[in-house]
């Protein structure tokens, strides 16, 4: 392939923000001591934790003291989720989330079903949107300890209801966990929310860095062996370059995301249009209307998932996919099933602040002849 | 999860079990056709895909997915037109 590759998997990680990487040198440089030791080069590392915490807290409107840097997304939602449940275990023992969050909220529901627990999963409609009346029929139950709610679906972009199902937990005095790794550095966040983690890698800034909000007044307990770093939320010390890299690339993305948002918008709305119009027997999935401005994800009728990614890489594009055929556990993606979409021959394309009109030309151009091709070779033209 | 009783029986059974997805819907798409109008077709097919794919195949193709069952698993699709 001459023409230079084409990234479209900014939902599992966007290319580094340039303000992450100069963040990132810099602080390697300042920012490897540890910062709770005693001399001049711990001082140093103190103030740059500290600067990062407070430019974090400051973009995403919270206190410094309300917010924690954690060594992924993932390890984040797990304290979320744990912590939550721990800090109301005098409350009850049930957590109640919608049947389309992350894999790692759902495994850490599965640690405190394994545990003794329970744990509730609520619907969502053919679009991906969370049933309301359910969630709040579920949260209102008596013994529910903790609510979780993903932002919007990081498998097929939907927005889900934060604000309402929030007024129903408040309602119900049940703190709400908010999923924001789609969100956090690319729209606002809604309000209403008592806890709420990000991941950095997902907005531009480096991997191995997530954010763990736990407002005032919120029961939460550590789930995890005491340590004191992180206010007691996050055992052992912090990558502290990629956090201040992180910090810095989530004022940068956030400065943009407005502009970022309208810009991305449209090409999402002219994928959606033309896919659904040039490549036959596809359903694009997702709310088309309130959904992220830079994801959409399609299934192709017959095709394997995995074959059709791994053409798309031949021809120079990188995109992702929750279809079962692409995992090792063989399972549809539990988003899908929950929508009741098709599973196979899915792919998600998710765009970024690098991404341009001709990439995502290139990518429409080439897509139809690659689903083409992928068909005729299984024989399944014309069916 | 099985369908109400009386319900039609199947025609003819597609055993699609140890086949991954999408072959279960593929074979499904090739067969059905050839069924006369109100003909269930049974599908067996023990990829879990399966249990979302063909009630989707179904909405998307306009036929009429009629039950699942446990047993094989099996999925009933009616030719509706
Ligand atoms: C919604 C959501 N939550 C959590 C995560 C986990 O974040 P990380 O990749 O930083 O572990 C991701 C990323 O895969 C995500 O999309």
Redesign the interface.
């Known amino acids: 392939m001459s023409a230079s590759p084409v990234y479209l998997d900014a939902a599992t990680a966007a290319p580094p923000h340039p303000v992450a990487r100069q963040a990132l040198l810099a602080a390697l440089d300042d920012g490897w001591a540890d910062p709770a030791r005693l001399y001049g080069q711990a001082r140093r590392a103190r103030q740059l934790l500290d600067a990062a915490r407070e430019a974090a807290a400051a973009t995403l409107g919270v206190r410094a003291d309300e917010l924690s840097f954690t060594p992924s997304g993932t390890a984040a939602a797990h304290s979320a989720v744990l912590g939550g449940l721990a800090g109301r275990r005098r409350v009850g023992a049930t957590l109640v989330h919608s049947a389309i969050e992350h894999s790692a909220v759902l495994h850490a529901a599965q640690r405190h079903v394994a545990g003794g627990g329970s744990a509730v999963s609520v619907p969502v409609d053919r679009l991906g949107r969370l049933d309301l009346d359910a969630f709040a029929d579920a949260v209102r139950a008596p013994g529910v300890a903790l609510a979780a709610l993903i932002g919007a679906s990081h498998e097929v972009g939907t927005v889900q209801p934060v604000a309402p199902a929030a007024a129903a937990c408040a309602a119900a005095g049940v703190p709400l966990y908010v999923d924001a790794a789609q969100l956090v550095g690319r729209v606002p966040v809604p309000a209403g929310w008592s806890v709420l983690t990000a991941s950095a890698h997902k907005w531009g800034g480096p991997p191995g860095v997530g954010l763990l909000v736990v407002r005032k007044g919120t029961r939460w307990e550590s789930p995890w062996p005491a340590d004191e770093r992180e206010s007691g939320r996050t055992p052992g010390v912090v990558n502290l370059p990629a956090v201040v890299a992180a910090a810095a690339s989530l004022r940068a993305a956030a400065a943009d995301a407005a502009a970022e948002a309208a810009r991305l918008a449209p090409l999402v709305d002219r994928i959606r249009a033309r896919v659904a119009a040039e490549v036959p027997?596809v359903?694009v999935v997702g709310d088309p209307v309130d959904r992220l401005p830079h994801m959409v994800t399609f299934s192709c009728?017959?095709?394997?998932g995995e074959a059709l990614l791994h053409a798309l890489d031949r021809h120079g594009f990188a995109v992702s996919s929750g279809s079962?055929?692409t995992s090792s556990t063989?399972?549809?993606s539990h988003v899908?099933?929950a929508m009741?979409?098709?599973?196979?021959?899915n792919v998600r394309v998710s765009l970024h602040r690098e991404t341009t009109v001709a990439d995502v030309e290139r990518f429409l151009a080439e897509l139809p002849g690659i689903v083409a091709a992928l068909r005729a070779e299984?024989g399944?033209v014309g069916? | 999860m099985s369908g109400p009783v009386g319900e039609a029986a199947p025609v003819e059974v597609l055993d699609c079990r140890g086949q991954r997805c999408p072959l279960p819907v593929i074979k499904l798409a090739r067969r059905l056709p050839e069924l006369p109008v109100g003909a269930v077709l049974r599908v067996l097919a023990d990829d879990p895909a399966a249990a979302v794919d063909i009630p989707a195949w179904c909405r998307m193709r306009g036929q009429e997915f009629v039950a699942a069952h446990d047993e094989g698993p099996g999925y009933d699709v009616r030719r509706a037109g």
Do not use: I
């Open positions: 027997d359903e009728l017959y095709v394997d079962s055929c063989l399972r549809p899908l099933e009741g979409v098709l599973s196979h021959g299984a399944v069916l």
